[in-house]
């Protein structure tokens, strides 16, 4: 099936088959808690990720990396939809090839992931939620001042980091804290947890995902520089959850 002129960013999205949709498979949790916070009965497929909501009713379609693509194509979906970064392109041109259509997004900033979210609603003819109208005007004005300078790890043996380009630094730099390998040449860099404890971070920030930094996992590692626990859904996710990611500045 050939994809539409219609766009998120600069990939291509195919519309539903009917409008508004009423049978949508997510494979991208954060989108799968935005859709699900419209209308839950009308998601019929969600991969094992997609964790919020907790209550939420659904056939599951394994993994963002590996999706059961024969259930997803048995479940006669009007569209689904997929992430350009969470998703891979063999697994969408597999689902296209099959007749399905779906509907990619391209996110790397806070409005970036506004935008798409209102293409999307728009796109599937489901009205926007209200939430979603506090989130544009809570994260996408001006850039206030850095107040922090953060470290992000987000994986261990080995050590990965947020580098540049990432939603997730963009919405640390609009909560006023600057990430320290922001200007790396990866949006993912491979580093040494010697480069985290020596690169000026005022605090390095560990998230419970996709790595399970805890107590005991993670802060043992850096002699130099403070370390704190923060929710992986909180700075990676968008979505409901940027409703209440301001709060994560607040000790």
């Not at 010697?194 to 690169?199: A, M, P």
């Amino acid at each position: 099936m050939a994809s539409s002129t219609l766009s998120d960013g600069f990939v291509p999205v195919d519309p539903p088959r009917h409008r508004p949709a009423t049978r949508v498979v997510s494979l991208v949790p954060s989108l799968t808690e935005a859709l699900a916070s419209v209308s839950p009965e009308r998601l019929v497929g969600a991969t094992d990720w997609c964790t919020h909501p907790a209550d939420l009713q659904t056939t599951r379609v394994r993994g963002t990396k590996n999706p059961d693509l024969v259930a997803i194509i048995a479940l006669s979906p009007d569209v689904v939809v997929a992430n350009k970064e969470e998703n891979r392109e063999l697994d969408v041109r597999r689902l296209r090839a099959a007749g399905i259509p779906v509907w990619v997004t391209d996110i790397r900033t806070v409005p970036d992931a506004v935008d798409a979210m209102e293409r999307l609603f728009d796109g599937l003819g489901w009205s926007r939620p209200a939430w979603l109208a506090t989130v544009r005007e809570r994260w996408c004005g001006p850039l206030p001042p850095i107040t922090r300078r953060v470290a992000v790890p987000i994986w261990r043996d080995p050590w990965m980091v947020v580098g540049s380009d990432t939603f997730t630094g963009d919405l640390l730099r609009r909560l006023g804290w600057a990430n320290v390998f922001g200007d790396a040449t990866e949006r993912y860099p491979h580093v040494t947890v010697e480069e985290i404890d020596r690169s000026g971070a005022d605090v390095v920030l560990l998230p419970d995902e996709p790595y399970v930094f805890t107590v005991a996992d993670g802060p043992e590692a850096f002699t130099r520089t403070p370390t704190e626990l923060v929710s992986g859904r909180l700075i990676t996710w968008y979505g409901p959850s940027l409703v209440e990611a301001g709060a994560i500045t607040r000790p």
